[in-house]
């Protein structure tokens, strides 16, 4: 059973073929568009100490408590369930590093209400201007 666990994970790491690039061509084509989407979103910041400390005063502040549906956070970040804590941008970001990095923008919720009440909460909002869901 141990070898089916280990298949997805090998799999997602095989490069897909693509007819006329060898190996170190489809690896620098990759690596670009991965710089390119860490450059344009700000996905980058996430993985910086900046951010884990400011991770960590956010979720201190609030107790370890969801502020959207007061539930106690699970202190085990390894299990990465329905209450495991996630720092939200209350306002998304969108790639502004002003508005990334401000504390005042920024809460402790649970994931299971980022992922689930949050997004409708974003949905709607974007709906109700008219804008649509706009997606890439």
């Not at 969801?66 to 996630?86: K, M, T």
Request: aromatic letters at 8%; one cysteine or more; proline letters at 4%.
């Amino acid at each position: 059973m141990g070898r089916l666990k280990q298949a997805p994970r090998l799999l997602s790491s095989a490069p897909p073929v693509v007819k006329g690039l060898s190996r170190e061509e489809w690896g620098a084509v990759r690596d670009a568009a991965r710089a390119a989407d860490t450059e344009n979103t700000g996905r980058g910041w996430y993985n910086t100490a900046r951010w884990r400390r400011r991770r960590q005063e956010v979720l201190g502040a609030a107790g370890w408590m969801c502020q959207g549906c007061n539930v106690p956070h699970q202190l085990n970040e390894i299990r990465h369930d329905r209450w495991s804590a996630v720092v939200d941008h209350i306002e998304p970001h969108r790639g502004d590093e002003q508005l990334f990095w401000d504390r005042s923008n920024l809460q402790a919720v649970c994931k299971e209400f980022h992922d689930g009440e949050k997004k409708k909460r974003e949905y709607a909002a974007r709906k109700h201007r008219g804008g649509g869901v706009q997606r890439k």
